[in-house]
C-alpha cells in the first residue's frame, strides 16, 4: 500500500516546483500545531507566576505563529485544488493516449466498460490522495514527528503515554488492513463485473430490447449489486471496530494523562502549565491519529482500484515507436514480406515464413479458409502487430526503422465493420484527414457514392451518426468508411473484408467506389469476390498461416491447388447481376 502511495505522489512531477512550495507549507502548520499547544502551557505558568511581562511576550509569540500559520494555510487552500484539478486531467489524457494504443489482444480481453470503470475510479482516487496530501497528511506526519520527541523532552513519564496512544493506533489499523485486504479486492472485482454488464448491455439496447431481455438484465444487476453488499459489510464492520478502538484508546490516554500529570504535580515533578500543554498536545495527537486513521482507511479502500489504474499503464503497447526515427517518405508502394512470421501464442503461429513482393500500384488478393491468417497478414503491415521473425519492407525500407505515424499516415484500410464514431457524418469523413475543408469531405463523399444518402439526411453533413452507426445501413456505413479512406489518399490500401455482409444491389454501389479508391494504389484485398479474384495482380492463397501458392488466377487455377479447389466449390461470390451463383465468403482470417 506504501508503494502505491508513493507512486500517486510520483505523478505530481510535472508540477514539483508548486509541490514543493505546498510542502513547504504544510510543514510551517506543522510548526504551528506543537507550537500553539507549549505556548498555551508557557501562558499559563507565567500567569501563575505573577510575571506579566513574560505572560504577554509568548501571547505575542503565539499571535505571530498564528498569523504564520494563516499565510500558509491560504497558501494551501488556494492552490492544493488547482493542482490536484490538473494533474487529475492530465492522468486522464495519459490514460486515454496510452489505452488506445494498446493491442487489439488487450482489448478483446478488457470490457470496455471495465476500462472506464478504471480510468474514472483511479484518476478520482488519484485527486483525492493528492487533495489529502497537500491539505492533512503531510501536515499530520510532521507534527507527530515533531510532537513525540517534545513531549519527551518536556517530561518523558507523560511522553511515554502519547508513545503508547501511537502503538496502539498503529497495531490495531495494521491488524484490519491484513483481515480485510483481501476481501476488498473481491469487492472490487464484483464493481469491475457491474461495469462490464451495464456497459454491455447499454451497447446492444436493441437486442436486449427486441428479445424483452429488459426485466432480465435488471435483476441480474440487482444480483450483482447484493454480492457487493455481501463482500463489503464484512469489510465495513471490520474498520468500523477498529474506529470503536481506536476512539476508547484516545479517551483512556487524555484520563490518563491527567491522572498521572496530578500524581506528577503533587509530587513537584510538572507545572500546571506542563500539564495543560500535554493535555494540548494529546488532544492534538488524538485528532491527527484519527485523521491519520482516516487516511490509512481511505487508501486502504483505494488501493485496489488504483493498483488496477497503474496495471493498466503498465501494460507494454504491442508495438514501440522509439523517438528520433525518421518518417517515411511518400512511397512508392512496393511492398515486401520476407520470410514473416508471427502469432499471438508462440506456440502457435497465426503467420508462418510468409514471404512475397508487392509492385507499386498492384492489387494483391489474400484468399483462404477462416482463420487461415489473411488479417493477421495485413495487420502487420500497418503495425498493429510487429513480426515475430523475419521483416516487412516499403520501398526497401524496414518499416520498425520509421516513425509509427508517417508508417499509417500512408496505409489507409477499409475494415468489415466501419468503426463509425459518434459525431457528425463530416467528423467521422474527416477522420481520413483532420484538416480536410467541406469541399475536400463532399468530394471524398460523391467518389465513395456517398453524397446522395448523406444530402438527404436531416442535418446533411452535420447528421450526427448513432453510436457504431447504428442510425445507417450498413451500405451506407461502409460507403462512409470508404469517403474516410478516400479522404486520406494514402498510397497503400488495405481492403479488410470491405463487403463481405452486404446485399448485391448494395455492394454494386460500394464496388463503384472501391474501384475508384483503387485507382492508382497498391491495394491488398482480403478477397471473396470473383472479379477482384480474377483481376488481381497476384493472389495469396494461404492456409493455417502459410503461403500455399501464389499467382494470377488463370495459372493458379490451371495449376489445380488449393486456388483451384476454392474455385471449383464457389468460394467467391459472383458478380451482382451476372446471375452466377454465389459460394460462402472464405471468412477474414
Known amino acids: 500500500m506504501l508503494s502505491t502511495y508513493l507512486r500517486v505522489l510520483a505523478l505530481l512531477g510535472p508540477e514539483k516546483g508548486l509541490a514543493t512550495l505546498l510542502a513547504a507549507a504544510n510543514l510551517a502548520l506543522a510548526g504551528v500545531f506543537f507550537l500553539e499547544p507549549w505556548l498555551f502551557g508557557r501562558v499559563v505558568d507565567a500567569l501563575a507566576a505573577a510575571t506579566a511581562p513574560e505572560a504577554w511576550r509568548y501571547i505575542g509569540l503565539w499571535a505571530g505563529v498564528g498569523l504564520a500559520g494563516l499565510v500558509a494555510s491560504v497558501l494551501v487552500s488556494l492552490h492544493a485544488d488547482r493542482l490536484a484539478h490538473r494533474r487529475r486531467l492530465a492522468v486522464i489524457a495519459?490514460?486515454?493516449e496510452h489505452a488506445i494504443a494498446l493491442p487489439l489482444s488487450y482489448h478483446g480481453e478488457h470490457h470496455t466498460g471495465k476500462l472506464l470503470r478504471v480510468m474514472h475510479a483511479g484518476t478520482g482516487n488519484l485527486f483525492n490522495i493528492w487533495l489529502g496530501f497537500f491539505r492533512d497528511h503531510l501536515a499530520t506526519a510532521l507534527s507527530i514527528l515533531v510532537m513525540l520527541p517534545l513531549a519527551l523532552y518536556l517530561n518523558w513519564k507523560l511522553g511515554l503515554l502519547m508513545i503508547a496512544l501511537i502503538a496502539v493506533f498503529a497495531v490495531s489499523n495494521a491488524i484490519a488492513m491484513h483481515r480485510t485486504i483481501e476481501a476488498q479486492q473481491a469487492v472490487e472485482r464484483h464493481h469491475d463485473a457491474i461495469a462490464e454488464r451495464t456497459s454491455d448491455v447499454l451497447g446492444n439496447v436493441l437486442v436486449v430490447q427486441?428479445?424483452?431481455?429488459v426485466a432480465a438484465e435488471v435483476a441480474e444487476l440487482h444480483t450483482l449489486m447484493q454480492r457487493v453488499l455481501e463482500a463489503q459489510y464484512p469489510v465495513l464492520r471490520?474498520?468500523?471496530?477498529?474506529?470503536?478502538?481506536?476512539?476508547?484508546?484516545?479517551?483512556?490516554?487524555?484520563?490518563?494523562?491527567?491522572?498521572?500529570?496530578?500524581a506528577l504535580h503533587a509530587r513537584g515533578e510538572a507545572t500546571v502549565g506542563a500539564i495543560v500543554s500535554f493535555v494540548g498536545f494529546a488532544t492534538m495527537l488524538i485528532g491527527r491519529l484519527e485523521q491519520f486513521a482516516g487516511f490509512v482507511s481511505s487508501l486502504f479502500f483505494q488501493t485496489p482500484a488504483l493498483k488496477e489504474f497503474f496495471a493498466v499503464l503498465d501494460t507494454r503497447a504491442a508495438v514501440s515507436d522509439a523517438p528520433g526515427l525518421p518518417q517515411l517518405a511518400v512511397p512508392r508502394g512496393e511492398v515486401t514480406f520476407e520470410d514473416v512470421s508471427f502469432g499471438y501464442d508462440a506456440?502457435?503461429?497465426?503467420?508462418?515464413?510468409?514471404?512475397?513482393?508487392?509492385e507499386p500500384g498492384a492489387t494483391v488478393a489474400l484468399v483462404?479458409?477462416?482463420?487461415?491468417?489473411?488479417?493477421?497478414?495485413?495487420?502487420?503491415?500497418?503495425r498493429v502487430y510487429d513480426p515475430s521473425s523475419g521483416r516487412i519492407t516499403i520501398d526497401g525500407t524496414d518499416i520498425r526503422t520509421v516513425g509509427l505515424n508517417s508508417l499509417r499516415r500512408h496505409i489507409a484500410v477499409v475494415f468489415q465493420d466501419a468503426g463509425l464514431l459518434y459525431r457528425s457524418v463530416a467528423d467521422n469523413v474527416r477522420v481520413g484527414k483532420p484538416d480536410a475543408s467541406q469541399a475536400e469531405i463532399e468530394a471524398a463523399a460523391r467518389a465513395a457514392?456517398?453524397?446522395?444518402?448523406?444530402?438527404?439526411?436531416?442535418?446533411g453533413y452535420a447528421t450526427l451518426v448513432a453510436e457504431r452507426g447504428r442510425s445507417l445501413s450498413g451500405g451506407e456505413r461502409q460507403r462512409l468508411a470508404i469517403a474516410r479512406a478516400m479522404l486520406k489518399d494514402a498510397p497503400i490500401l488495405i481492403l479488410d473484408e470491405a463487403t463481405s455482409a452486404l446485399d448485391n444491389a448494395t455492394e454494386a454501389r460500394i464496388q463503384r467506389a472501391l474501384d475508384n479508391l483503387r485507382r492508382g494504389?497498391?491495394?491488398f484485398v482480403i478477397a471473396h469476390r470473383l472479379s477482384t479474384v480474377r483481376n488481381a495482380d497476384l493472389i495469396l492463397v494461404l492456409r493455417d498461416g502459410e503461403l500455399a501458392e501464389q499467382g494470377r488466377y488463370a495459372e493458379l487455377v490451371a495449376r489445380g491447388g488449393l486456388f483451384a479447389e476454392l474455385d471449383r466449390?464457389?468460394?467467391?461470390?459472383?458478380?451482382?447481376?451476372?446471375?452466377?451463383?454465389?459460394?460462402?465468403?472464405?471468412?477474414?482470417?
Request: glycine share 12%; hydrophobic share 50%; charged share 15%.
Open 94 to 96: 495519459r490514460f486515454f
Open 210 to 213: 427486441s428479445f424483452t431481455r
Open 238 to 262: 471490520g474498520w468500523a471496530w477498529l474506529s470503536v478502538a481506536n476512539r476508547t484508546a484516545s479517551t483512556l490516554t487524555v484520563v490518563a494523562i491527567f491522572a498521572l500529570g496530578a
Open 347 to 358: 506456440a502457435r503461429p497465426a503467420v508462418r515464413h510468409l514471404s512475397f513482393r508487392a
Open 368 to 382: 483462404g479458409a477462416t482463420g487461415a491468417g489473411k488479417t493477421t497478414a495485413l495487420s502487420l503491415l500497418y
Open 449 to 459: 457514392e456517398a453524397h446522395d444518402f448523406i444530402v438527404v439526411k436531416p442535418e
Open 521 to 523: 494504389r497498391t491495394t
Open 569 to 589: 466449390e464457389g468460394r467467391f461470390v459472383a458478380d451482382a447481376g451476372a446471375g452466377a451463383g454465389a459460394g460462402a465468403e472464405t471468412g477474414a482470417g
